[in-house]
């Protein structure tokens, strides 16, 4: 059976054209892009020019403000943990969100331990950071404020360019995880006002263990490995070559087609919204105005969503759940948590994500599918009274 | 990440539904940790003549509360009070670690059913049933750690018993 992805945020298709440079790019055999001889540089000439179609997706000012990591959580983890470490002659203070991925928040209660100190922020009802609460948290011992540019559960798209405005007047280092909107939303580091900016190549379908860490120039912070002078000096490692080539074309392709792609991702997008009534009641969307154009969370009330992925899974659909069942901890998500859901609403969440490679007929096979699994579900639950 | 047996169980669900003027009734959970499970029993000549469930709850939950049913179903009374947790996690051929503690409740839901026929045969029926009210923020209620099934306080972070961490959040 054909599986109808509806859980891009976990994994996106490679794009042909990226498929097929990173298999030239294998079939080229590059030497290490820090090699003095010929075929050394070679490769640096490939490394620099995807170097500069990857700024140009993101609008740096220069090239060599962006560092290539293996993906996300590297980049967030070494603009955390280098921000911090490298500054704590002024401070030993970060400002975070209640809501910002386990990168950021992991990164920083291992830093707690180490004896620095972490002000995590309450989000409004729609999982927004209030930038007057990061004005408020900000003290003389603040270096670094970190707040995601878009939530990866709920699709809130936060005031950057405000909290930027903040941190600039303050003289703190504003870092934001922009892994779910770089390549899906506009990105413009230098609009934005941010100082750091972390991105991954598989949310534009390129490939998974690459990403980029955008550092403006001037900015205070350590390398996570250290090593060789590889990345000006900031991170150490013979480049993923291969993978950097898929990330350019990807990028490429991303900067081209942004319009198109939101365009008809917001298409789909309300297509479900819209269309849901007619196939379940008692549901509760938890993703505003203001957010991805590709994720809709929703709520299932009175069932939980590890049986709705499972069942989903036998009709072919996958998606992704935030119940406690189905995460490791057995917890609630803590980002569902915080926006106010109650736990048994929080258990019964999926999250959707939608792709270029979604079709219209996707969707309806989709609500098809809910509105079946939602009933035998519902049926079995001693919550759901019958009206 | 279930075995063929759980996702049977899980697909075809046996004896799920509600019995009307049912001779006993038992819930535990709470949607806090994640489920509910309610039974039902019918009791003739001190055997379960027909038993149902209703579940709130993941895969696990479901395919335990099925599980469970088949199990007690046609048992004495006295039979169906030795049914242990372990005899439904073993009849389904194993749960995954952390999903034990969704075998914890079928037959602690049993057994609460089980004590409610008793109380109503002895003549003093336990006051009615009260649903828990999902739609409210809940802030109290207990939990068992999934890694050990040590009771925890509602809110902990870390077992202390097993040495797990228990959140994900800040």
């Known amino acids: 059976m054909p599986i109808i992805n509806l859980d891009h945020i976990s994994s996106n298709p490679l794009m042909p054209e990226v498929k097929e440079a990173m298999i030239a790019a294998i079939a080229a055999d590059y030497h290490n892009p820090s090699s003095q001889h010929r075929a050394g540089e070679a490769a640096a000439a490939v490394l620099e020019q995807s170097r500069e179609t990857v700024a140009a997706l993101i609008h740096a000012a220069n090239p060599k403000e962006v560092v290539f990591t293996s993906g996300g959580t590297e980049s967030v983890n070494h603009a955390v943990k280098g921000v911090m470490l490298a500054n704590t002659k002024k401070g030993r203070h970060v400002v975070i969100s209640n809501i910002e991925h386990n990168a950021v928040i992991r990164s920083v209660r291992r830093l707690k331990g180490l004896g620095y100190q972490v002000t995590s922020l309450d989000v409004d009802a729609k999982g927004c950071v209030n930038p007057a609460d990061v004005a408020a948290a900000i003290t003389d011992e603040t270096i670094l404020v970190s707040i995601m540019h878009s939530n990866n559960e709920t699709g809130t798209i936060q005031p950057i360019e405000e909290i930027a405005e903040i941190t600039r007047k303050k003289k703190v280092i504003f870092h934001t995880d922009a892994v779910d909107s770089v390549g899906v939303v506009p990105i413009d580091v230098q609009s934005l006002g941010v100082d750091l900016l972390s991105f991954a190549a598989n949310s534009f379908y390129g490939p998974t263990g690459v990403g980029g860490l955008y550092i403006r120039q001037g900015t205070n912070v350590w390398p996570l490995l250290d090593g060789g002078t590889q990345e000006n000096n900031k991170r150490a490692g013979a480049e993923n070559l291969i993978g950097i080539i898929g990330m350019a074309k990807a990028a490429e392709i991303a900067r081209q087609k942004l319009p198109e792609r939101m365009a008809y991702l917001k298409r789909l997008k309300s297509r479900l919204i819209n269309a849901l009534p007619g196939y379940i009641d008692d549901y509760i969307i938890n993703t505003p105005e203001n957010s991805l154009p590709n994720l809709v969370s929703l709520s299932l009330r009175y069932i939980e969503g590890e049986s709705v992925m499972l069942m989903l899974d036998d009709e072919g659909m996958a998606v992704s759940t935030r119940s406690a069942c189905a995460s490791g901890s057995l917890r609630a998500s803590h980002v569902l948590l915080s926006i106010g859901l109650s736990h048994a609403d929080a258990q019964g969440t999926l999250v959707i994500t939608l792709g270029i490679d979604n079709t219209e007929a996707d969707i309806d096979a989709f609500l098809k599918a809910l509105q079946k699994v939602v009933k035998t579900l519902r049926d079995i639950s001693p919550l759901y009274q019958k009206a | ?170």
Do not use: W
């Not at chain 2, 051929?93 to 969704?102: D, Q, R, T, V, Y």
């Open chain 2, 1 to 170: 990440m279930y075995n063929k047996v759980v996702m049977d169980h899980f697909r075809n669900p046996r004896n799920v539904g509600v019995i009307e003027n049912a001779d006993g009734v038992g819930e535990v959970g709470n949607p806090i940790c994640g489920d509910m499970m309610t039974i039902y029993l019918k009791v003739k000549d001190e055997r379960i003549e027909d038993i149902k469930f209703q579940t709130f709850g993941c895969g696990s939950a479901i395919a335990v509360s099925s599980m469970l049913t088949e199990i007690a179903r046609g048992k004495s009374i006295s039979e169906a009070k030795k049914i242990t947790n372990q005899d439904v996690a073993n009849a389904l051929e194993g749960l995954p670690k952390n999903k034990l503690h969704c075998s914890n409740l079928g037959a602690d839901a049993l057994h609460l059913a089980i004590e409610d026929y008793e109380s109503k045969k002895a003549g003093k029926p336990r006051s009615p049933l009260k649903r828990k009210e999902t739609h409210e923020h809940q802030t109290e209620g207990k939990c068992h750690c999934p890694y050990c099934d040590v009771e925890l306080e509602e809110g902990a972070q870390f077992c202390e018993a097993c040495q797990r961490s228990l959140v994900e959040e800040h």
